[in-house]
């Protein structure tokens, strides 16, 4: 009978010990998951050359969108740009926390300039300072020289 109690003891600190950090796995993941929840939306920037002294020349920018969702528990964000000699759209994962996110690629069409093209890649990572977010260009870049340095940029579009 003294066996039988040890090794019903034995299985009960076993299945505690073992449900215990389960939980905790799971608690760990929800948490990471509402981290990057709060990045969850549109994001959209106008990137635009100045005016041609030609009156005649029309003038040159381009949009960049981004939009960060979840689907089966991870993030993922669809990123287009689009403008004058440039096609862009790609498929990233999103990882990171509530203060920094990187776009990683995972699949690109229409790559007109043949950027950004390598799988595993970082595209460009959003860093949020006291509620401005800031942008540093990875191989995903700004077409003018004056934008890529790390900056404000981007701008959550409703």
């Given at each position: 009978?003294?066996?039988?109690?040890?090794?019903?003891?034995?299985?009960?600190?076993?299945?505690?010990?073992?449900?215990?950090?389960?939980?905790?796995?799971?608690?760990?993941?929800?948490?990471?998951?509402?981290?990057?929840?709060?990045?969850?939306?549109?994001?959209?920037?106008?990137?635009d050359a100045p005016p041609?002294?030609?009156p005649d020349h029309p003038?040159?920018?381009?949009?960049?969108?981004?939009?960060?969702?979840?689907?089966?528990?991870?993030?993922?964000?669809?990123?287009?740009?689009?403008?004058?000699?440039?096609?862009?759209?790609?498929?990233?994962?999103?990882?990171?926390?509530?203060?920094?996110?990187?776009?990683?690629?995972?699949?690109?069409?229409?790559?007109?300039?043949?950027?950004?093209?390598?799988?595993?890649?970082?595209?460009?990572?959003?860093?949020?300072?006291?509620?401005?977010?800031?942008?540093?260009?990875?191989?995903?870049?700004?077409?003018?020289?004056?934008?890529?340095?790390?900056?404000?940029?981007?701008?959550?579009?409703?």
């Amino acid at each position: 009978m003294k066996k039988n109690i040890s090794f019903f003891c034995i299985v009960m600190v076993v299945f505690l010990t073992l449900s215990s950090c389960s939980s905790k796995g799971n608690r760990e993941k929800a948490s990471e998951e509402s981290k990057l929840s709060s990045w969850l939306g549109n994001y959209f920037y106008y990137e635009d050359a100045p005016p041609p002294d030609d009156p005649d020349h029309p003038r040159v920018g381009w949009e960049y969108s981004i939009t960060i969702f979840e689907l089966e528990k991870q993030y993922y964000a669809t990123i287009r740009t689009i403008g004058f000699q440039r096609f862009f759209r790609a498929l990233a994962l999103v990882e990171g926390d509530e203060e920094m996110i990187t776009f990683t690629l995972k699949e690109s069409q229409f790559n007109v300039l043949r950027e950004s093209d390598e799988i595993g890649s970082s595209l460009l990572t959003f860093t949020k300072r006291n509620s401005i977010l800031q942008t540093k260009w990875g191989s995903l870049k700004a077409m003018l020289e004056s934008n890529l340095e790390e900056g404000v940029y981007f701008s959550e579009s409703g």
